[in-house]
């Protein structure tokens, strides 16, 4: 009978007759239900087994209103943050019973193509938004999904959402320089004419403050945006700062991606990291301890774990999805890329705003 059941294509109405239950039972049973006694749902699930049989999503959805799925929109798959993020993701959605099923939107059309047609509205039971920048009209017409939004890596006033504090990350990377006796600070920012970087302006917003707490006056040629961090366009920026009569001792890259690009370069026109220039980063890298690089370690894994989590709570509960919110911290971590400013006494920059803001 086995071999016949599998051959044919084992039915609903096959696992019940086997398992000496109803064909209500079995649903319930296979889709997680708790009103099944613990011996009832053993016996079906044995009889499933043997008969190779698993209960369709679109069956399933047919019952309860669900498909099983999360949908996860995502700028691009090419960053290790956002691998990162996916790669703790994944596995905890598998957990909690839910697939994934992922859009990624690397260019303008396929942004205008996505919000015009809304593809994950029927596709899925809540939509994940990781690391991405929305226009009002985007954020509108993701409204109009009908269904939980989970904003993954950044914070949307009243959205549910799992993220860092960029803004205080940023100022504590800041005040860590300037404890070293740095006041000549630059800030090298990714130029995404997208707006996918979205955390831009919350870092930037960190390191101003950090700077205005400390009495350092704003000087926006140190600040630089580049639009190919791998290309001529970091080159020319920091061809700009050394060019500065008064260049800065330290620089702070808005990712580590940048500030890897940034090494390479100041080794190769013979600037010594750390003791004429230091190099912070943000992000927490795989390669940063390799690379010896100073950086702000966020929890990318952990991030999508949390997603995870909260995608699963608000399916359940979608009226409260507003409320939820999982602020992760962000660690740095001191490596061989920073040190004290040329000049500066060894004692962590105790003078001027040293002292106020150790942090």
Known sequence: MVGEAVEKGATLADVAERAGVS???????????????????????????????AISRSASSLVTGRTGRVAVLVPNLDSWFLGAALAGLAPALNAAGLDMLVYSVTTAEQRAEFFDRLPARRNADALLVVSFALSPRERARLDDLGMPLVFVSQHEQGRAGVYV??????????????????????YLEPADPSGFAWSSRARLDGYREALAEAGVDRDDELVRRVADWQGPSLDAAVGRLLSLAEPPTAVFAETDDIAFRL??????????????MSVLGFDGHAMAEPWDLSTLAQPARRLGEAAAELARQVIQDPATHGERHVVLPVELVPRGSTGPAPGARGD????????????
């Open 165 to 186: 504090d960029d803004v205080e990350a940023a100022r504590r990377g800041t005040r860590y320089l300037l404890n070293l006796g740095h006041r000549r600070i630059a």
């Open 23 to 53: 064909p209500s039972t079995v649903s319930r049973t296979l889709r997680g239900l708790s009103t099944v006694s613990p011996q009832t749902r053993a016996r079906v699930e044995k009889a499933a087994r043997e008969l190779s049989f």
């Open 263 to 276: 090494l390479t370069v100041l080794r190769g026109v013979n600037v010594p990291v750390p003791a004429r």
């Open 348 to 359: 962590g920059g105790k003078g001027e705003a040293g002292a106020r803001n150790r942090g």
